[in-house]
C-alpha cells in the first residue's frame, strides 16, 4: 500500500492505537503527581473513590492527549518523533480521534464530579480545556513561549488529587502547581534543543527555531533558577518537613548543575547534545523523586 493510499483510506485501528491516542509515557508522571497530590491532603477517601479519582486524571489527560493528536495530526506528520502515531501514520481516521477525545473528556470529568466532588471535576476539565484550546490551538503555533503558558495544563493534577479528598485547595498543592510549572520549560527546552529540526520542519515556532540555542540555553538556566526557588518554597513556608527539605536540596542540587552545563555548552551538532539528554531525562525523574519526598514526608509527620 502506497503512503497516500494509507492517508486517505485508514487501517482499521486496534485498542493499542487508542492507548498510543492518550500518550501512556507522558501519563505517568500526570498521574503520579495527581496520586501525591491526593495522599497528602487532609482527610479521608475510600480506596475505591481515592482510585477513582486518580482513573479519572489518568483518563482525562488521555483525552486531552487524544484531542491533542486529532488536532495535530499534520504537524505530527512533519515530525519524525510523531509521524508513526495513529493518525499521522494512516491506522486511524480523525474522526475515531475526535470521538474518543471528546467522550473520554466527559466520561473524566463526570465520574470525577459524581464520585469525588464537582470542584475537583471542574478543574479537571479546565485542565483538559488549558491543553486542547489554550496551549494545542491557540499558543503553539504562534509563540515561542507556548509552553511557558500552555504548560499549566500539565501542573493542574497535584491540584485535582488534592481537591477530589478536601473539595477545595491550599498553599501545598498550590506550590506544587507552581513547581510543575517553572519545571516544564527546563524539561520541554532541553529536548526542544536536540530535536529542534523537527519542530523546524513543522512550522512549530519553538524557542530554539526563532530564538536559537544560545537564548534557549540561558532562558534553561532562568526557568530552573525559578523552579528552584518554587521547590524550596514549602520548605520555607513550613509546609514540608526535612525528608523534603533535604530531597529538595539535593534533587534541585543536582537540576543545578545540569541546568548550568547545558547554559554553559556550545554544542550545535543534536546527535552530540549529551548535556541536553542528561538535563530532559534527569528532569523526568527529578519530579518523581521531589513529589515522592512530598508523600514520605508526611507520612513521617503522621507517624
Ligand atoms: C507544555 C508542556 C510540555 C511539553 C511541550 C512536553 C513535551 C514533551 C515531549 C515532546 C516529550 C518527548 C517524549 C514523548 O513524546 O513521549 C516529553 C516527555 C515526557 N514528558 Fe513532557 N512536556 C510538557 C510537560 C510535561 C508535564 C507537565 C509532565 C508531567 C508532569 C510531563 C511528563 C513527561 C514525561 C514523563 C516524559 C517522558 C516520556 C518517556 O518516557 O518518553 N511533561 N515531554
Ligand atoms: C490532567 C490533565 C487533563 C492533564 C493534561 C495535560 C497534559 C497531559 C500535559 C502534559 C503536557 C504535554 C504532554 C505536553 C506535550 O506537548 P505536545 O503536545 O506539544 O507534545 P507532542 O509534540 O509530543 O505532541
Redesign the pocket.
Known amino acids: 500500500m502506497t503512503n497516500e493510499t494509507a492517508s486517505s483510506v485508514p487501517m482499521p485501528a486496534d485498542w493499542r492505537d487508542f492507548v498510543a491516542l492518550t ?1 501512556p509515557r ?2 505517568t ?2 498521574v503520579f503527581t ?1 496520586l501525591c497530590g491526593l495522599l497528602v491532603a487532609p482527610g479521608h477517601l475510600s480506596p475505591i473513590l481515592a482510585f477513582t479519582a486518580i482513573l479519572c ?1 489518568a483518563l ?6 487524544a484531542l ?2 486529532w488536532y ?1 495530526a499534520d ?2 506528520a512533519r ?1 519524525k ?2 509521524a508513526g ?1 495513529p493518525l499521522p501514520a494512516g491506522r486511524m481516521d480523525r474522526q475515531s480521534a475526535l470521538h474518543f477525545g471528546v467522550g473520554l473528556s466527559f466520561f ?1 470529568v463526570l465520574l470525577m464530579g459524581f464520585a469525588t466532588n464537582w470542584f475537583a471535576a471542574f478543574i ?1 476539565a479546565v ?2 480545556l ?2 486542547v484550546f489554550v ?2 490551538i491557540w499558543l ?1 503555533p504562534r509563540t515561542a513561549q ?2 511557558v503558558i ?2 499549566a ?2 501542573a ?2 497535584p491540584l ?1 488529587g488534592w481537591a477530589a479528598v478536601t473539595g477545595d485547595v491550599a498553599a501545598l498543592p498550590v506550590a506544587l502547581f507552581m513547581l510543575i510549572f517553572f519545571w ?1 520549560p527546563p524539561h ?1 527546552w532541553a529536548l526542544a534543543l536536540f530535536v529542534r529540526m523537527d ?1 523546524a520542519n513543522a512550522g ?1 515556532p519553538m524557542l530554539p527555531v526563532v530564538a536559537g540555542e544560545r537564548t534557549t540555553r540561558r532562558q534553561i538556566l532562568f526557568y530552573t533558577v525559578i523552579m528552584a526557588a518554587a521547590a524550596l518554597a514549602p520548605v520555607l513556608l513550613r509546609l514540608t518537613g526535612l525528608v523534603y527539605g533535604l530531597t529538595a536540596l539535593i534533587a534541585t542540587g543536582i537540576f543545578a548543575v545540569l541546568a548550568v552545563q547545558v547554559s554553559l555548552s556550545h554544542e550545535t551538532d543534536p546527535a552530540q547534545m549529551r548535556a541536553e539528554r542528561r538535563l530532559f531525562k534527569y528532569s523526568v525523574l527529578y519530579l518523581f523523586l521531589i513529589f515522592g519526598a512530598v508523600v514520605v514526608d508526611h507520612w513521617v509527620k503522621l507517624a
Not at 482525562?60 to 492527549?65: K, L, P
Open positions: 500518550k507522558v501519563m508522571l500526570v495527581g486524571i482525562g489527560a488521555g483525552a486531552a492527549g491533542n493528536q495535530e504537524r505530527d515530525m518523533r510523531t502515531r473524566s479537571l485542565s483538559i488549558f491543553y496551549y494545542t503553539k507556548n509552553i500552555g504548560g495544563a500539565g493542574f493534577p485535582i516544564t520541554f519542530y512549530i
